[in-house]
């Protein structure tokens, strides 16, 4: 599910799918404020008492349960815990499962020894088994239909390491890890193009020489094998219901701990598995892993170094594989350094170690309490510190109604959004092309392949471009020259239809580029080389990114170029110089969703800025409740998207907000 709909393909259609919305309302997982800090506790037995234990929760400041894999299945449990008002994450042991082990031995996991991946209770099976992971997948997306859970927490995905016992002494060995299987070989040999020698055969001697010769290619490799298997449960289950939030259970290294363990050991590549998930939640158990508390926020803020998704560390509450007793004090000191900033918020593992003690109950609660009290200061801080460059309105020939509005309404107007957002520069995204309308249909446009430019063609234009037509004045001149002198920042942007962009580049700059308001062109692609077949565009590549935006700086080398839609897969997958995403997403049900949506658009393309169009007609019902729907939304998205450099009310509604007193 993808909330998007084009609002100039007609009321019906519009009407059409808000009415379905509103029948699939009730089947939505219910979504905490995304901006709401998660005090998360691991339970894996049903309490005796459920009611009692649900109070005692909320005294803590518990809102959130990450339920183990057998109590998961109790839905009548998990409907409780839902009507107390807890939100639910299922932990999913991905590569663990002794279970299925015993059943098929085969799916092992292999180290670099030839043995199967196995120490103490912990039996990976290989992360590249093709079979299981489908059968992993199926499973998983039966689970989110059937319990309707908040979100997944995804545990043990990562490669076979003991990490609980790996000391800061301790030196990792690389062939004590996975997966060396024949099969894992054979793979890695056909997709790379790298070949053993025939010499080299069997264990140790085949990963040996692997690592001692290919140890990058090899690495990288094997960190396809999980990113790969996050991205395919991500969109799996996100199938099902498209707002279910997934959270990674990280190992609990820092980037250079273990000779960058966290990589080549464990596999867990963040600037790669974090597009996919909403959390991060390293498992920063000190005790046991012989740290100091300190240590704690240190591992938070390296993975917040790398990643933007909101950080969750999870911290044990009694002493486990070390015979020490852990301390009340040295809880104490744990769960301060976890909540420490730039934290999100906190797991405790786990409820049943933690039930017997009232005086570590007292400590959470203490904490817990402070923690949340702080956090109206830090969101301050975060707005104070924002990224956003630009505030301001998007403009269309079609999209004010019942007419366009004159120069001083849009001054005012954009001007207005932006003192919104301190510091922000008033700015507009100005259309000076439109897809071409054929003909009209009652309650729908029907589009041509051609682009319409709003000015006549220039003197000695030569018509090179059937796709092209110009108009027969120039619709825009006034309005720049106003922009020009009030300071303002004008994208001019583009429907392209099946028109050459460098051609169309060139036609608008050589009218345009004499005004200082201009800063760069803009490309909706959903109307690049629109057809009817491809009727939400056709995706851009890299090639063709690095084109556009290197031909745009023929004309100024500070010009910036954006690519617009609501699909991150119709975007330039890795060219990122010069460019900035905007996201047009539109029909939501809550200002949660909206933000939520907006929030994993900005992590995909982090750290390139990012921006946002916002205010549509179909999100109305919500957004007009909101005491001041551009900044409210504004603001929620400043503190969700470090990125953001952008934001812009769209045009269609733009009237309900800013009257057009003539």
Partial sequence: MKPRVNLITGTVIIVGLLSLLSLLAGQLSPLAATNRNIIGLKIYQEPDRAAQSFDLWKKLGINTLFVGPELAGKSDWLKLCRQAGFNIFL???????????????????????????????????????????????????????????????????????????????????????????????????????????????????????????????????????????????????????????????????????????????????????????????????????????EWISSVVADIQSTAPNPILPSVQVKEAYLPEELSLEEFEAELKAALKPPAAGVIFWNWETLAGSKEKQKIIQKQVSEFIHNQETLRLERLEKNSLVRAGL???????????????????????????????????????????????????????????????????FRRQDENIVFAAEDASESYLQAFDQAGYQVWLQVEPAMAD?????????????????????????????????DSEGIAVTDEQAREWQQHLRRWNPSYLLFLKHWEQSKLPPTYREGLVFIDDSQIFESLDQIILEFARWARWFYPAPVGFQFGYPADRHWWEKLADPPADIGREIILTAPNVTDLYWVDFTVKDIWPDKK
């Fill in 91 to 293: 932990i999913i042991p991905v590569f663990q499962n002794p279970e299925k082990l015993k059943d098929s031995p085969g799916m092992a996991a292999i180290t670099g020894e030839g043995l199967p991946a196995k120490d103490d209770w912990l039996e990976f099976v290989c992360p590249g088994n093709q079979l299981y992971r489908q059968e992993l997948i199926e499973s998983v997306k039966k689970m989110v239909s059937e319990l309707k859970p908040d979100g997944l927490s995804l545990d043990f995905i990562r490669h076979f390491v003991f990490w609980e016992k790996v000391y800061p002494e301790s030196t990792l060995d690389i062939l004590k890890t996975t997966c060396f299987c024949p099969e894992c070989i054979k793979n890695f040999q056909k997709e790379t193009g790298i070949i053993i020698p025939p010499a080299i055969q069997g264990y140790p001697d085949i990963p040996r020489w692997l690592v001692a010769n290919h140890r990058t290619e090899w690495t990288a490799w094997r960190n396809r094998q999980i990113t790969t298997m996050v991205e395919d449960v991500s969109r799996a289950a996100r199938q099902v219901d498209h707002f279910l939030q997934l959270n990674l259970h990280l190992v609990p290294w820092r980037e250079d701990d273990f000779n960058g363990g966290r990589i080549s050991v464990a596999g867990q590549d963040l600037k790669s598995l974090s597009r996919y998930v909403d959390y991060l939640s390293p498992m920063t158990y000190a005790p046991m892993l012989k740290r100091p508390p």
């Fill in 394 to 460: 998007r403009a269309s020939p079609y999209g004010p109604k019942p007419t366009f509005p004159g120069v001083s309404y849009w001054l005012n107007s954009a001007g207005d959004m932006s003192r919104r957002f301190p510091g922000s520069r008033p700015a507009l995204i100005w259309l000076v092309s439109t897809m071409d309308r054929v003909k009209k249909i009652p309650g729908q446009e029907v589009y041509a392949t051609r682009t319409r430019l709003t000015f006549p063609p220039p003197a000695n």
């Fill in 501 to 533: 962009i460098p051609t169309l580049i060139d036609l608008v700059m050589e009218r345009y580029h004499h005004h200082p308001c201009v800063i760069g062109f803009g490309v909706d692609v959903e109307w690049h080389r629109w057809s009817e077949k």
